[in-house]
């Protein structure tokens, strides 16, 4: 019983410190996200930022546009699949529209940045710190959080709203689609029933899921980096941790942010 | 006057002592070799010397700062007067090797580009490298990289220069060259050098002194010939490298016995 109890007590103080560990270094961050702006911030930060910009957004468009067209067509052909028996066709519509942007395009690009960047965010600081870079640029007198950090945390911040609303746009463009050839549903008829069907705060919602989950995969994966210790194998390990913990946080700040939303009668 | 000064240093790891209360001077201008065998505790005595790591108690003072109770600011201010040139080199793989030692001059100075172009074009000349500074560094040999990472810690002309096993990993011709460049910058920029080495060729090629370290303790402190003359058993184990007969004692001896009466009953 007492082993049960203190195994109970480990995981719990390991748990707790590991969320402790991440909110210090989000403050941390956040003290330094000054020196990250264009214009007032260090350029060389704001250059770096700029080019995580391109591999976090840019390099993962075809991924999210093709993750978020297939669940569109998905969720149509269900949704599709259950209304036709009702006559309710034209709640697909509203199905897909609602659907994508309050939750899934913001929840699908999260997903895809975890397993892409999150993972490269983790295997490029544990490398750094297996091959004492992390300890070189201390030495350097630069701070290893404003240093690596903060522009990725800024790419995330812009890259990940970004990429949601183009995955709603193509997980609605799917749903269309979808219309088009099921119902011969003229196009724009169709986007005009997707405006009549979502009002701005189903839009500002979605975003301010998109901001949580870039915060979440950003600091997750950099702090699996900066704990790894030892050598490749710790890497590799970081880099699981990294996706595991970000997509399973991920989920249940959506739970929560959901829930919020709905409880405070902003849905 | 001393540039570095350690007092009473104790380091400890989960509760187990590595360093034990070590005294030791360090004066403008001279080469300090940190000699001992492997965990003996040099390599943890030179990251609390160049601030990565904070004792348990005891003090360093670095230019009349006592680095283990200062500030971060007052860290890096005293960072940036030391160089330091890695095991592994450290040098950043996502920059050229140019980049790699015109970092801090762009970041830490205010020097025009053609200025800091001119200043690493020199310091990578001072280590024969100015042919290579368009190369990334893993394009360069393992001697290359120390090379390398030697005009990096030169960048903003430190008053401290420190290697950690300058000539691990490399040949003795590469070794040996590494040590008559240690030897040319001290002489050159009248620089105070620490190196920690277990290459005893090395050690009495470029130390002014030697100090020894085994089971985080200091045997002896001395200039080369006192060391060469010391009748210390600890130093003489290690400069005429006497094995510790780890293979025979009791517990082995019985492993081994036992493992062949094994085999022969398998016979």
């Known amino acids: 019983m007492a082993t049960v109890l203190e195994g109970i007590g480990k995981k719990t103080i390991a748990h707790l410190d590991y969320v402790g560990s991440l909110n210090i270094q989000l403050w941390s961050t956040l003290r330094a996200m000054g020196s990250v702006l264009p214009f007032v911030g260090n350029r060389y930060r704001w250059k770096e930022s700029v080019r995580q910009m391109l591999e976090i957004g840019v390099d993962a468009l075809p991924m999210v546009a093709l993750m978020a067209v297939s669940t569109g067509f998905i969720l149509a052909m269900q949704g599709a699949s259950e209304l036709r028996r009702f006559g309710a066709m034209h709640y697909v519509i509203d199905l897909v529209a609602v659907g994508f942007t309050r939750e899934l395009g913001p929840l699908l690009t999260a997903i895809a940045v975890s397993g892409r960047s999150g993972s490269a965010f983790a295997a490029e600081i544990g490398t750094m710190e297996v091959t004492e870079e992390i300890d070189a640029l201390r030495v350097m007198a630069f701070e290893p959080v404003e240093f690596v950090l903060a522009p990725k945390y800024l790419a995330a911040l812009i890259a990940v709203p970004c990429l949601s609303i183009l995955s709603n746009l193509c997980g609605i463009l799917a749903g269309g689609l979808f219309m088009f050839f099921s119902t011969r549903l003229a196009p724009l008829l169709y986007f005009r029933y997707v405006l009549d069907s979502i009002v701005l705060r189903d839009v500002i919602t979605g975003l301010i899921k998109s901001v949580a989950f870039a915060t979440i995969i950003a600091h997750v994966g950099c702090l699996e980096g900066f704990r790894v210790r030892g050598g490749p194998d710790a890497v590799g390990r970081s880099t699981t941790s990294a996706v595991v913990r970000s997509t399973f946080l991920v989920v249940v700040a959506d739970a929560v942010f959901t829930a919020i939303f709905y409880f405070t009668g902003k849905m | ?267």
């Open chain 2, 1 to 267: 006057m001393s540039i570095i000064s350690i007092r009473n240093l104790v380091v400890e790891y989960d509760g187990r002592r590595v360093l034990d209360g070590l005294n030791l001077d360090i004066e403008q201008g001279e080469t300090m070799v940190l000699l001992g065998g492997s965990g003996c505790g040099k390599s943890t005595l030179l990251r609390h010397i160049i601030g990565l790591e904070r004792p348990k108690s005891g003090s360093i003072t670095i230019k009349g700062t006592d680095i283990t109770r200062c500030s971060l600011a007052e860290l890096d201010h005293i960072r940036r007067s030391i160089g330091v040139a890695f095991q592994s080199a450290a040098l950043f793989n996502s920059l050229s090797v140019e980049d790699n030692v015109a970092l801090t001059l762009r970041e830490h100075t205010a020097l025009a580009p053609s200025i800091i172009d001119l200043v690493v074009w020199m310091k990578l000349a001072v280590v024969g490298l100015a042919d290579f500074g368009k190369l990334q560094p893993q394009e360069l040999s393992g001697g290359m990289k120390k090379r390398a990472a030697v005009a990096r810690a030169l960048a903003l002309d430190p008053e401290i220069l420190v290697f950690d096993e300058p000539s691990a990993g490399l040949d003795p011709i590469v070794a040996a060259d590494l040590d008559e460049l240690i030897l040319l910058l001290k002489e050159a920029f009248q620089m105070t050098v620490i190196v920690v080495t277990h290459e005893l060729p090395s050690a009495f090629r470029i130390a002014d002194r030697i100090a020894m370290l085994s089971k985080g303790l200091f045997v002896t402190v001395g200039t080369k010939e006192q060391i060469r003359s010391s009748q210390s058993p600890l130093v003489r184990q290690f400069l005429d490298r006497v094995p510790d007969n780890m293979a025979k004692t009791p517990a082995i001896a019985d492993y081994f016995k036992r493992y062949l009466q094994t085999q022969e009953a398998f016979e």
